[in-house]
């Protein structure tokens, strides 16, 4: 008998049912098509997972399942590799074309792709990559890109037609896809108290709280640490996993009427895109420095280190007791909440990378599993500005005591994620160490280590290190061919109609 003929939509970083190109795609084409999501094993182990990005995928995974169930679809969920799987299902149906957002990912997904197009090929299998941002793959024309990108976010929406959707018709043998049967390890499937809930129905209903009632406030607070993550968005982790698109983001926020709160955070999203092409036009930055000179200079200067002490030095940054409230709150509120300011984050790679000269890939590392809204195509080329590994950005050594324009928010900041300190009087809050013996009899009970380094020895040790790498030939020789490379910037993008 001859095989059901049908399409497939496969679902990556793009859960939602709105301006999903794929899924507007399959509904036209007509045949009966499934709509899938797994969980690929390799993927999982890869070194940037952590069970928060899962929790949040399954969470964002059972939203869709019900929004499906009211137009009578099954949402499957699978635990297998691609590639197995298209296989398992070809021995029950003809597959025609498969549907998928193009994913500006890490290696291990970008060589999983590869093997997959090959396969697609192969097969006789239709494999239709579609783009969800203003992303070219390979070096086309990036001085336009700005305007591409423009035009791309004011397009109309993807809308999925469900009227027209076939469903594909299911046996009881294929009951076990379903994402009810899922064995899914427990820690995905509790909700942890502190951390963003994925689902696209939560991110639309907190997209038009913050349209409404937060934007005119955006950005009044930047630079201060804990009340930032009250004043800006809280978007990221819905656009890094997809459960809004930038474009529906972009379209909501130029219906409103101009202003410049509105602008600024235009901008902002618009860096998203920006980053994501840098990324994409140079994935070796996920493991190398964008500048090869930078690179040897840094390679040679962490052989010259103690590993011992480097690893003394790990321990503390990684897990909150430098002795440096601000950046030991900063990495505590990230354990335990997934989400720190742009801010924090820049002070969090600089004092690892600048002060205690941690390897910049293990510190990524270590950032990605943590941030909840990992995003590579944001992440690594913000670590390679920030570590200073392009050689034409401007060096960035933050001061890790205290940022004094925010002193009295960072102090309400410390108090809450070092609240062995919270007995101390600002600005002893910041530098504990300053405690004189007499003031020492006060606080008895006081338990928090001593600075792990002296940091105006190290700022002063890093600035000059990197100042003279930056002007060295061998950097500069560089510059003008990875500058050649690079998207332009999109601060002159203005929201309007
Ligand atoms: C070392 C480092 C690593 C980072 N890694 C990530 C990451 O993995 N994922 C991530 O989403 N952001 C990353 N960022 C960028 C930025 O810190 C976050 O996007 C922002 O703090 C998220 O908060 P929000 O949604 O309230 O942002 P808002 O200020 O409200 O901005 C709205 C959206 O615009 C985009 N955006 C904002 N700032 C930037 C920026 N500087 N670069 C690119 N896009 C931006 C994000 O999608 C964000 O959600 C990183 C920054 C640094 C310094």
């Known amino acids: 008998m001859a095989k059901t003929k049908i399409n497939l939509v496969w679902l990556k970083r793009d859960l939602r049912l709105e301006d999903h190109a794929p899924l507007a795609a399959a509904a036209e084409a007509g045949l ?42 099954q949402l499957l969920v699978f635990w297998s590799e691609i590639q197995p ?12 074309t498969l549907f998928s957002h193009q994913e500006t990912g890490l290696a291990a997904s970008f060589a999983r792709d590869q093997q997959l197009a090959l396969w697609c090929r192969q097969q006789g299998v239709d494999w239709q ?52 049967c899922q064995r899914l390890p427990r820690a995905w499937l509790t909700p942890v108290a502190d951390q963003q809930m994925g689902g696209s129905q939560r ?27 009250r004043s800006t968005s809280r978007l990221s982790a819905y656009l890094a996993y997809g459960n809004l698109s930038v474009r529906q983001v972009i379209q909501q926020l130029t ?39 930078v690179g040897a200079l840094w390679q040679a200067r962490q052989a010259e280190l103690d590993p011992s002490e480097q690893d003394r030095r790990w321990q503390a940054w990684s897990t909150g007791q430098t002795g440096f409230p601000l950046v030991d709150a900063g990495m505590r509120a990230l354990i335990q909440t997934g989400f720190v300011s742009f801010r924090l984050r820049a002070l969090l790679v600089s004092f690892a990378c600048h002060h205690l000269e941690l390897d910049w890939r293990t510190v990524a590392l270590h950032l990605a599993r943590l941030f909840l809204d990992f995003e590579p195509g944001i992440h690594y080329p913000q670590i390679q500005m920030q570590v200073g590994l392009t050689g034409f950005n401007t060096l960035r050594i933050y ?26 009087p600002w600005p002893l809050l910041h530098q504990p160490w300053q405690l004189t013996p007499l003031e020492k009899q006060f606080y008895p009970k006081l ?51």
């Open 203 to 229: 991110a639309q209903a907190h997209l038009r709280h913050f349209l409404n009632e937060a934007l005119p406030f955006y950005r009044q607070h930047i630079g201060s640490s804990n009340q930032e993550s």
């Open 32 to 73: 009966p098509t499934l709509i899938f999501y797994t969980f690929e094993p390799s993927q999982l182990q890869e070194a940037h997972q952590d069970a928060r990005h899962a929790r949040f995928i399954v969470q964002s995974l059972t939203d869709l399942a019900q929004q499906l169930e009211q137009h009578a679809i």
């Open 399 to 424: 001061n890790p005591v205290e940022q004094p324009r925010h002193k009295e928010a960072q102090a309400a900041f410390i108090q809450q994620w070092v609240p062995e300190l919270s007995p101390l």
């Open 447 to 497: 338990d928090y280590p001593e600075p792990i380094i002296d940091s105006q020895a190290s700022g002063r040790a890093a600035r000059e290190r990197l100042w003279t790498w930056q002007r060295s030939a061998p950097v500069q020789a560089w510059v003008p061919r990875l500058l050649a490379t690079q998207v332009e910037a999109p601060s002159r993008l203005r929201a309007s109609r």
């Open 129 to 180: 990559e579609l783009a969800q941002h203003p992303v070219q793959r390979g070096p086309k024309g990036r001085q336009q890109w700005r305007r591409q990108a423009k035009a791309f976010w004011s397009a109309p929406q993807s809308c999925v037609n469900w009227a027209s959707w076939s469903p594909v018709r299911l046996g009881p043998e294929h009951q076990a896809w379903s994402l009810k």
């Open 255 to 293: 219906a409103q009427a101009p202003s410049r709160p509105q602008s600024r955070f235009y901008t902002r999203l618009a860096w998203q895109g920006h980053f994501m092409q840098k990324f994409e036009s140079d994935w070796r930055i996920e493991q190398e420095a964008l500048n090869p000179a």
């Open 85 to 96: 799987l298209l296989q398992q299902l070809r021995e029950d149906f003809t597959l025609v």
